[in-house]
């Protein structure tokens, strides 16, 4: 079975750019998260979807920050415009009733 | 928000030597999962141990569950260098979202 494919899995921008990351679940799990995690912490989530419907999103920025998952499947994560304190790796996770999480290998993001 | 507070925040141990790590949380739970995380890397699934369990084994790995004091523990056996990495607790809350730790950072020590 494949893993969670995320890409890139580096980015460097400069703050007031923008930059989009890319997640592809493991094929059949109707559930995907989006987490950020700055270096020393454990993840927060920032999005979970259920198929192509958002269950919670309350700790997205909303300003800067939307993800989408038109067709239930992949996913987009979009910063713009990108701060300082963006810069951390974001993980994107998929999960069923039966099979539990598995995580991507993340996107470092490094904002200067 | 983060529910799980790991400690210690990091350990040190030399190889050979067993490693246990805590992990407290404030809420009910479906239930705890432990994941490892090497440096640089996206997070392993390592054991998921449910609200009505109180102890659970995988390998080297045990965990425990004490739901009275709303407390995990993670005892890795014979540790080896390989095991170096930060070890995340996890809370599974009823909506299948996963409430996080700062995590615990283990070093082994050859």
């Known amino acids: 079975e494949a893993g969670v494919a995320q890409s890139p899995r580096y980015k460097i921008i400069e703050k007031r750019q923008s930059v989009a990351f890319w997640c592809n679940p493991i094929?059949?799990?109707?559930?995907l998260y989006w987490y950020q995690q700055i270096l020393g912490q454990g993840p927060k989530l920032l999005i979970q979807f259920q198929n192509n419907g958002v269950v919670d999103d309350s700790q997205l920025p909303k300003d800067r920050f939307s993800a989408e998952r038109l067709k239930g499947v992949d996913s987009t994560l979009k910063i713009q415009p990108a701060k300082l304190e963006d810069s951390a790796v974001y993980l994107c996770?998929?999960?069923?009733?039966?099979?539990?999480?598995?995580f991507g290998s993340g996107t470092r993001l490094t904002v200067v | 928000s983060q529910q799980g507070e790991e400690d210690p925040q990091a350990l040190s141990i030399q190889e050979g030597e067993n490693a246990t790590m805590n992990c407290s949380y404030k809420t009910s739970i479906n239930n705890l999962q432990w994941y490892r995380q090497n440096s640089g890397r996206g997070l392993v699934h390592l054991i998921l141990i449910r609200s009505n369990e109180r102890e659970k084994h995988s390998g080297r790995l045990r965990v425990t569950l004490d739901t009275s004091k709303k407390s995990s523990s993670l005892l890795i056996t014979a540790s080896r260098a390989a095991d170096t990495a930060s070890y995340f607790c996890?809370?599974?809350?009823?909506?299948?979202?996963?409430?996080w730790g700062a995590g615990t950072k283990l070093i082994i020590k050859p």
């Open positions: 094929s059949g799990h109707a559930t």
């Open positions: 996770a998929s999960s069923s009733w039966t099979a539990g999480y598995t």
């Open positions: 996890a809370t599974d809350d009823s909506n299948y979202q996963l409430i």
